[in-house]
């Protein structure tokens, strides 16, 4: 019997804490909503997972510990290692053709990093955050999980758990966080505005915009180039139609990989005594404000251009709102919303992801922006 308690009390069983259980909720929560409802489940589920792992007591898990997960931490995130290849990845994945059809819709993604500049501020000036940690919540604006978990290393790592949880999850709550902002700042006549068919982009166009997107960005913000650098390497990659093995590399099973050991390792910086705190609660609200405005800032901005367009070559204000760089997700959230508007007459699918791809380059300036002004 004596052997029995000795054995229980080493156990996790006698050293839980109702922080532990509380997380495990919230863990339970994010790997519900990825199975039941779809919501982000390539993330989540991993981040999820990994939040169940961190808060197994004795089992050394976290990534504040000396296990395997502080191993990939360190060497995958404190390094900036792993955000750089999945844009890397994504850049393999991304389409820029609708945006270089319509350079116009440039203008829509950086508009839709409003966001980010209200966020940061309120933050800092409504909570008490400091400078580098409003910039890191205020980057959750930009609906970019990785561009949010590069920038949270550099300047505030104490917050990368809940600002990740917070950049996924409202990434992942696009379609129900966008839609109701369309309705209120559009109206049914600017729903209905049918956009000309895009232009057709030559491949020596699509070639040198990586390159020369990687140049200029790089040497204008050079606190962005691992990000930009390393999506136009793989945007290339697709482009140059000589690299194909390396294309499928970079967009599939390298992707896969380093997702999987984010997502985990993300998950594993959420034990209870980093993650329940009063901090946490003001990320998450200041998150979804930082969205929030974000799609405003595109919607608005969208019809202010309008003001100065000729009639047939005005913008369907709702592509606005794909400006954020939740890709291509928040596209597929606006071709819907305008398709159901207008009975299906109207599809924006094409022109909506010009704004979106835009965005993707808009978050990871704006974080290097925020590194060169506050490393």
Not at 260 to 283: E, N, W, Y
Not at 322 to 329: I, N
Not at 345 to 365: E, W
Request: charged letters at 10%; one cysteine or more; glycine letters at 10%.
């Amino acid at each position: 019997m004596e052997t029995f308690l000795n054995l229980f009390a080493t156990s996790g069983f006698a050293n839980i804490s109702f922080g532990n259980v509380v997380m495990f909720l919230v863990a339970g929560t994010l790997i519900y909503l990825a199975i039941t409802k779809n919501y982000e489940p390539l993330l989540l589920i991993p981040i999820g997972f990994g939040i169940t792992l961190a808060n197994l007591p004795l089992g050394d898990m976290g990534s504040y510990g000396e296990g395997v997960m502080n191993f990939i931490y360190r060497s995958g995130i404190k390094t900036q290692f792993l955000p750089p290849v999945i844009f890397l990845g994504v850049g393999a994945l991304t389409d820029f053709r609708p945006l270089l059809a319509r350079p116009l819709t440039f203008l829509l993604g950086a508009a839709a990093q409003l966001g980010i500049i209200i966020a940061a501020m309120g933050a800092a000036y409504i909570f008490g955050f400091t400078p580098r940690e409003a910039a890191s919540i205020g980057i959750i604006g930009g609906a970019d999980g990785p561009t949010a978990i590069f920038l949270t290393s550099k300047l505030a790592p104490h917050l990368l758990g809940p600002i990740a949880i917070a950049a996924y999850s409202y990434m992942s709550l696009v379609p129900i966080i966008q839609p109701p902002i369309m309705r209120i700042l559009t109206t049914k006549k600017e729903r209905a505005i049918d956009m000309p068919q895009l232009r057709p982009v030559s491949r020596t166009a699509v070639i040198i915009f990586p390159i020369i997107t990687a140049i200029l960005a790089s040497l204008w913000v050079p606190s962005c180039a691992p990000l930009i650098g390393m999506l136009m390497f793989g945007n290339l990659l697709r482009e140059s139609g000589v690299t194909e093995r390396l294309r499928k590399t970079a967009g599939s099973a390298m992707i896969d990989i380093v997702t999987i050991f984010l997502g985990l390792a993300v998950g594993a910086t959420m034990d209870s005594q980093h993650f329940l705190k009063f901090d946490t609660i003001a990320i998450l609200v200041m998150g979804a404000v930082a969205f929030s405005f974000s799609t405003a800032g595109g919607v608005v901005f969208a019809k202010i251009l309008n003001l100065f367009l000729p009639p047939d070559r005005r913008i369907n204000p709702c592509i606005g709102a794909a400006g954020v760089s939740a890709v291509p997700m928040s596209a597929r959230v606006v071709q819907k919303f305008v398709t159901e508007s207008t009975g299906g007459s109207v599809n924006p699918l094409m022109q909506a992801m010009g704004p979106n791809v835009a965005g993707v380059i808009g978050s990871a300036v704006a974080a290097g922006l925020f590194l060169s002004f506050l490393s």
